[in-house]
């Protein structure tokens, strides 16, 4: 569905993704596990055309997409919801969830459902700072199940939320994959990426290992640590 | 019979510009229509006296709101230019006695404009514990032929509210010098918002000021402009804080998407009692990347993610 060849990007000189390769698989969860830093972040903008890399290809379908822009990724069914998602002024979740579909609002009110905001509290308030934050990235990611996507990038979705947000967030990925979307969920929590088939490690814009979520969790455990960013894994060991 | 014809001519500019013709019809809802210098229409609801008098170039209103009362339905205004040319010089004074509460809906439409004037000059006084509420929503031609030139002096009572909107973003705006100025009492809250969309050539001078004169006064000037082709804006947000506690806030933003386009902002915060605070936030430049990029990964292109953004600043 969605593959990663020998991507390469540097900034500043710095080697930020070094010749990363990674596939994810129809409607499955992959999880991303990495600490700061490791070019988590990065990747997902490269994947989705924020930024375009250095060598390396991304093939959607077995279609070269690499200099596609967002939105021509976006048509072909590949979205990100970011970490920090933005906030907009006068625009309704409502509207927000049916930006680009003719939705019905029973639709829309059932997405709201699943990531666990009362459709009559939420419709008609704006996707604008008065919501917190915990409540912007579950609008967030009702939007993104709204697009019904065949690949859905989610960038920290449990990351600064409260714990009330979390279930319904892990809730609404489960959804997503449910609704046979793949997703890539990338993370530093190992307890969010119990819910994925496969789980990569990432460090210093490398995979570094892959394999079945608890296997890698005690590996992330174990082996990583704070990297120094030098474009060479600084795992233990190594 | 000619006075028919102006009427009709404006209540089909009225509805067209959005304006609600039932309640012009509607006995229980207050309303006063102005042609030019001419009153077409004028309905006191129970509670509000309203008095007119025409003079060579508009109307002196005297609006008055009886104490305790609160009304019902919006009190629906209409104020129009018609013809290509001409003035229209309100002067407005308003009286929202103490604990009374009323809702005022304006319409100012100046559809053929090349070359209009209209001015507004408002002398308010909102009474203790009474709430006043005031949008007013413009619509203009293509041409950018008028000068729109609001003044107003608010002071608002203890415990008092006002808010009003002044919105322009149909038609080009032409000359706009929007000078609003309030003195808040204690416990009072004040707010103002202004919304404009400068295109082609217009000219927009926005002037929002807030005086916290009252222990514990509340006050919020805020803004929101979009702007492209050759417009030019100044919007200077002044709040003062001179009473223990008193808290105001200036918000402008101006969203810039043109060659020719020129924004400034002018905050002033000054605060003249150790009790007071008072903050201010102003932001001008392009629409906003990141916003861009999350519509657009929801499918949108670029027009229409930055249509949608413009739209729902200025909404």
New interface residues.
């Given amino acids: 569905m969605l593959e990663v060849k020998c991507l390469k990007l540097t900034l500043n000189g710095k080697p930020i993704i070094n010749g990363l390769n990674l596939e994810v698989k129809e409607a499955k969860i992959h999880g991303l596990l990495g600490m700061n830093g490791a070019g988590k972040t990065s990747l997902a903008n490269l994947i989705m055309g924020i930024s375009y890399p250095d060598e390396g290809s991304i093939i959607f379908e077995e279609r070269d997409v690499t200099r596609c822009t967002i939105s021509e990724r976006a048509k072909m069914g590949l979205t990100l919801a970011w970490q920090e998602p933005a906030r907009f002024e006068g625009l309704s979740i409502r509207e927000y969830l049916r930006l680009n579909k003719n939705l019905s609002l029973s639709e829309v009110e059932n997405y709201l459902w699943t990531v666990g905001l009362p459709p009559g509290e939420y419709l008609d308030r704006a996707v604008d700072a008065n919501l917190s934050g915990g409540e912007r990235k579950r609008v967030e990611l009702a939007s993104v199940l709204a697009m019904k996507p065949k690949v859905a990038i989610l960038d920290e979705p449990d990351s600064g939320i409260d714990v009330v947000s979390l279930p319904h967030i892990m809730n609404g990925i489960t959804e997503m994959s449910k609704q046979g979307s793949a997703v890539l969920l990338i993370t530093h929590s190992e307890e969010a990426v119990g819910v994925a088939e496969e789980v990569s490690i990432i460090c210093a814009g490398k995979i570094i290992n892959s394999g079945p979520p608890k296997e890698m969790c005690r590996w992330f455990k174990n082996n990583c640590q704070t990297c120094n960013h030098i474009g060479k894994p600084s795992y233990k060991g190594v | 019979m000619l006075v028919v014809k102006e009427y009709e001519s404006l209540l089909e500019a009225y509805g067209k510009a959005g304006g609600n013709l039932d309640a012009l019809e509607n006995r229980e809802v207050g309303n006063l229509v102005i042609h030019k210098n001419k009153v077409l229409s004028v309905n006191e609801a129970d509670g509000i006296k309203v008095k007119t008098e025409e003079t060579k170039s508009g109307v002196n209103i005297y609006f008055l709101v009886e104490e305790g009362v609160k009304i019902k339905y919006p009190v629906h205004l209409c104020f129009g230019v018609l013809p290509q040319e001409g003035l229209q010089e309100i002067t407005l004074k308003v009286e929202a006695q103490d604990n009374s509460e009323v809702n005022v809906i304006a319409h100012c439409i100046f559809p053929n404009a090349v070359d209009v004037t209209h001015k507004m000059d408002a002398d308010i006084k909102i009474g203790d514990n009474a709430r006043f509420s005031y949008r007013e929503t413009h619509y203009h031609g293509e041409f950018g032929g008028i000068k729109v030139i609001p003044k107003a002096k608010i002071r608002v009572g203890k415990k008092g509210v006002w808010e009003s909107t002044f919105t322009l973003i149909e038609g080009c705006v032409g000359m706009l010098d929007y000078d609003f100025e309030i003195f808040g009492g204690e416990k009072s809250t004040s707010e103002l918002l202004v919304k404009v969309f400068g295109k082609k050539e217009d000219d927009i001078r926005i002037t929002e000021k807030i005086h916290l004169d009252g222990k514990e006064a509340r006050g919020l000037a805020k803004s929101?402009l979009v702007l492209i082709d050759n417009a030019k804006a100044v919007v200077r947000g002044e709040t003062y804080g001179n009473a223990p506690f008193a808290r105001g806030h200036v918000d402008c933003?101006e969203i810039v998407n043109g060659d020719g386009v020129i924004a400034s902002a002018i905050p002033v915060v000054y605060v003249s009692d150790r009790q007071a605070k008072v903050t201010h936030e102003a932001a001008i430049g392009s629409v906003?990347k990141?916003?861009m990029?999350?519509?657009?990964?929801?499918?949108?292109?670029?027009e229409e993610a930055v249509d949608?953004?413009v739209?729902?600043?200025?909404?």
């Fill in positions: 929101r933003l906003d990141k916003q990029q999350t519509l657009m990964a929801r499918g949108l292109n670029e949608v953004i739209k729902g600043i200025l909404r």
